[in-house]
Nanobody, 128 residues
Framework: EVQLVESGGGLVQAGGSLRLSCAAS????????IGWFRQAPGKEREGVSC????????YYPDSVKGRFTISSDNAKNTVYLQMNSLKPEDTAVYYC?????????????????????WGQGTQVTVSS
């Protein structure tokens, strides 16, 4: 059974940093694309970063590019999302998701509809 457990969320002031962690179990980590998604109240869930298991390719939307960095520690089956220069508009519930990477585009497009396994989410609140 695929299990994903997020941690590291919290309250931070604008301009601050947080590092989210996603601990994965129940599947062969090297075969899966992993993504971070977020959902703010009243908005659709959106991808904020994905990483390919095959070549480490990453995806970031323009809204977080240069501020967020995804990384993977395959020895620990853990994916991290380092978030710097946080803005109030980054406030959302952040979810980790995994999907067997049949195609690399799962990671390079980073759309929530392509991911089938999800964690419970962690709240990130950025105050102004």
């Amino acid at each position: 059974e695929v299990q994903l457990v997020e941690s590291g969320g919290g309250l931070v002031q604008a301009g601050g940093s947080l590092r989210l962690s996603c601990a994965a179990s129940g599947f062969t980590f090297d075969d899966y694309a992993i993504g971070w998604f977020r959902q703010a109240p009243g908005k659709e869930r959106e991808g904020v970063s994905c990483i390919s298991s095959t070549d480490g390719s990453t995806y970031y939307p323009d809204s977080v590019k240069g501020r967020f960095t995804i990384s993977s520690d395959n020895a620990k089956n853990t994916v991290y999302l380092q978030m710097n220069s946080l803005k109030p508009e980054d406030t959302a519930v952040y979810y980790c998701a995994a999907e067997y990477q049949l195609f690399i585009t799962i990671a390079t497009i980073c759309h929530p509809a392509d991911f089938g396994s999800w964690g419970q989410g962690t709240q990130v609140t950025v105050s102004s």
